[in-house]
């Protein structure tokens, strides 16, 4: 996630903006270095432990997936809140694309921060009034693309090694691309980083792979949400009265509902997956796709690269700098290819998405 804290602009609200300085500088304020930390023998032992996953997890972003360290995540700071933001997306009652909320300088962008849980909720009741789906989740971290160091947060320290690095390796990826205006790219770019660096971190490090059932488990649940945005779509399109669009809407979703519950029967610890598919909204099924739904295509361009990190970068940064609709078919054809291979190596796989059907 990017957090725009940029000078103030006409169409964006002194509220704002003051909210997002203050937040920003506070947790600047408060940062301690993390090699400090590590030789403090004051500093707790699993914190120190975790600090010491920091550091090695720049080293690698660093030395092998060439990104702009620099001193980003140099530096802990521990917040006075469990997290750092909370973000607002809204999506109108008939669509899946979300608002837009422009800054100078960092462009147009899919989500709204806010340190205050309070400013949020407000800010959250509002669009409702206006007839907006709305999302409203807390965000353990985020990017200022460079224009501050970024430090390590409370918010999330403690996560897991290899869910630290996944962390690390996107935010830092939004400080070596970034593409004003074009949430999805940036997220998508982002998340597909991640995705192609851990494998070897965890090879290097030792650690286990996920558990396919797990794997399994999140690709089912996507699976169900895509289906879903398909059908929502073609509802939404359609030239049916309004209410009739909205008996609709509400079927599709309670369908969606009654899907995941039918294929998440047995599983374990599936809680991240029942709490998103009970709140799911135009909102939630408009934040995962730009965080997803270009993923692939990206890591078809890291392969037509030749697994290059320095070449794909450069690749990336070609195709963002293209007009966005040709960008955008440029990302779609890289999307089809990578559909196909996927398709050629692994042979059929089991559908989630056939429950959804049901909802036609």
């Given at each position: 996630m990017i957090v725009a804290l940029l000078p103030l602009g006409g169409c964006e609200t002194v509220q704002f903006y003051s909210q997002a300085a203050t937040?920003?500088?506070?947790?600047?304020?408060?940062?301690?270095?993390?090699?400090?930390?590590?030789?403090?023998?004051?500093?707790?032992?699993?914190?120190?432990?975790?600090?010491?996953?920091?550091?090695?997890?720049?080293?690698?972003?660093?030395?092998e997936l060439h990104l702009p360290v620099g001193s980003a995540y140099s530096a802990f700071t521990q917040l006075e809140d469990e997290y750092a933001l909370w973000n607002l997306v809204a999506a109108p009652e008939f669509s899946l694309s979300p608002k837009k909320w422009c800054y100078p300088i960092a462009g147009c962008a899919s989500y709204r921060g806010y340190f205050a849980k309070a400013d949020a909720q407000f800010h959250a009741g509002r669009l409702r009034a206006e007839g907006y789906d709305v999302y409203l989740g807390p965000v353990p971290?985020?990017?200022?693309?460079?224009?501050?160091?970024?430090?390590?947060?409370?918010?999330?320290?403690?996560?897991?090694?290899?869910?630290?690095?996944?962390?690390?390796?996107?935010?830092?990826?939004?400080?070596?691309?970034?593409?004003?205006?074009?949430?999805?790219?940036?997220e998508s770019f982002a998340t597909a980083v991640s995705r192609i660096a851990l494998p070897d971190w965890r090879r290097r490090n030792g650690l286990p792979a996920p558990q396919v059932a797990s794997v399994e488990q999140a690709r089912r649940v996507n699976g169900l949400m895509v289906a879903a945005r398909k059908q929502l779509q073609a509802i939404y399109q359609s030239d049916q009265p309004v209410a009739e669009k909205r008996v609709r809407k509400a079927q599709t979703l309670q369908q969606l509902r009654r899907c995941y519950r039918e294929v998440s029967t047995g599983w374990v610890q599936d809680e991240k997956f029942s709490r998103m598919i009970e709140k799911t909204n135009n909102a939630t099924l408009a934040l995962v796709s730009e965080y997803q739904s270009q993923v692939p295509a990206f890591v078809q361009l890291y392969k037509d690269s030749g697994r290059d990190w320095e070449a794909f970068y450069t690749a990336v940064e070609r195709l963002g700098a293209l007009p966005k609709a040709e960008r955008k078919a440029r990302l779609e054809a890289l999307n089809t290819r990578a559909q196909a291979s996927s398709k050629k190596v692994t042979g059929p796989s089991l559908h989630s998405d056939t429950c959804m059907s049901a909802a036609n």
């Open positions: 937040g920003q500088l506070k947790i600047l304020a408060g940062r301690k270095s993390i090699d400090r930390l590590v030789v403090d023998e004051q500093t707790d032992a699993k914190l120190r432990q975790q600090l010491e996953w920091v550091r090695a997890i720049r080293a690698y972003a660093a030395g971290a985020y990017s200022t693309l460079g224009w501050f160091d970024d430090p390590v947060l409370s918010s999330f320290v403690n996560w897991k090694p290899d869910r630290l690095a996944s962390l690390l390796f996107h935010e830092l990826a939004h400080r070596r691309v970034y593409i004003a205006g074009d949430t999805r790219f940036n």
